[in-house]
T-cell receptor, first 111, second 110 residues
Framework: DGGITQSPKYLFRKEGQNVTLSCEQN?????MYWYRQDPGQGLRLIYY???????QKGDIAEGYSVSREKKESFPLTVTSAQKNPTAFYLC??????????FGQGTRLTVV | GESVGLHLPTLSVQEGDNSIINCAYS??????FIWYKQESGKGPQFIID?????DKRQGQRVTVLLNKTVKHLSLQIAATQPGDSAVYFC?????????FGPGTSLSVIP
C-alpha cells in the first residue's frame, strides 16, 4: 500500500515545547515538502527537500526545522521560536513533473 | 509557495449548475498542471491534470482548460453536487518543484 503517512493526526503542544511531526513515504519520490495551512487559508511552504541530506527554506521557515537523513523520511520540528504554531500541517512528495501526493495532515494545537 | 495567508476566495453555486474555478500560474516553464480538491480536515486529493502541450482535458464531470498565452488555468465542474463543496487548488510543477495557487472555496447551495 503505497503512500505518505503523517503522524500523529492530532498533536498538542505546551508553550515553549518543541514537537516533531513525522512524514514517511514509500513512493520512492525524491522531493518532499512541508506546508502549513491556517483555517480558511491556502498552503504556505515551510521547507522542502529535493534530495537526501539537502533541504531549502520555504516562505515561512522561521521557527521550524527539518532533516532529510533518509529518502523515506522528512520530519518537521516546530520549535519554541514559532510563536503561533497552531495550524494544520501537510506533507507532500513529488517525483519529476508529476502530481504531488499528500499525507492526511497533522493538526497541531498549542495548549 | 503562492499563498500569503489571505483568506480564500469563495464561490457559491446552486446545486445542478456548472462551476468554474480559475487560477493564474506564474512560471512559463511549468510543464504539468494539476487541480486538487481538499475537504475539511483532509489532505488535498488529485482531481485532474493537464500537460503543457494540451489546452483541454476532460474527466468525469470535470474539465480543465489551459491557456498558456495568459498563463491561466480553469476547472469546470458540470452539474455541481453538494459533495463538490471543498477547497480547490491549482498547482504547477516542473522538475520536482511544485507551486500551489491560493485556492478557492466552493460552496454548493442545495
Amino acid at each position: 500500500d503505497g503512500g505518505i503517512t503523517q503522524s500523529p493526526k492530532y498533536l498538542f503542544r505546551k508553550e515553549g515545547q518543541n514537537v516533531t511531526l513525522s512524514c514517511e513515504q514509500n513512493l520512492n519520490h525524491d522531493a518532499m515538502y512541508w506546508y502549513r495551512q491556517d483555517p480558511g487559508q491556502g498552503l504556505r511552504l515551510i521547507y522542502y527537500s529535493q534530495i537526501v541530506n539537502d533541504f531549502q527554506k520555504g516562505d515561512i521557515a522561521e521557527g521550524y526545522s527539518v532533516s532529510r537523513e533518509k529518502k523515506e523520511s522528512f520530519p518537521l520540528t516546530v520549535t519554541s521560536a514559532q510563536k503561533n504554531p497552531t495550524a494544520f500541517y501537510l506533507c507532500a512528495t513529488i517525483q519529476g513533473s508529476t502530481e504531488a501526493f499528500f499525507g492526511q495532515g497533522t493538526r497541531l494545537t498549542v495548549v | 509557495g503562492e499563498s500569503v495567508g489571505l483568506h480564500l476566495p469563495t464561490l457559491s453555486v446552486q446545486e445542478g449548475d456548472n462551476s468554474i474555478i480559475n487560477c493564474a500560474y506564474s512560471n512559463s516553464a511549468s510543464d504539468y498542471f494539476i487541480w486538487y480538491k481538499q475537504e475539511s480536515g483532509k489532505g488535498p486529493q488529485f482531481i485532474i491534470d493537464i500537460r503543457s502541450n494540451m489546452d483541454k482535458r476532460q474527466g468525469q464531470r470535470v474539465t480543465v482548460l489551459l491557456n498558456k498565452t495568459v498563463k491561466h488555468l480553469s476547472l469546470q465542474i458540470a452539474a455541481t453536487q453538494p459533495g463538490d463543496s471543498a477547497v480547490y487548488f491549482c498547482a504547477e510543477t516542473s522538475y520536482d518543484k511544485v507551486i500551489f495557487g491560493p485556492g478557492t472555496s466552493l460552496s454548493v447551495i442545495p
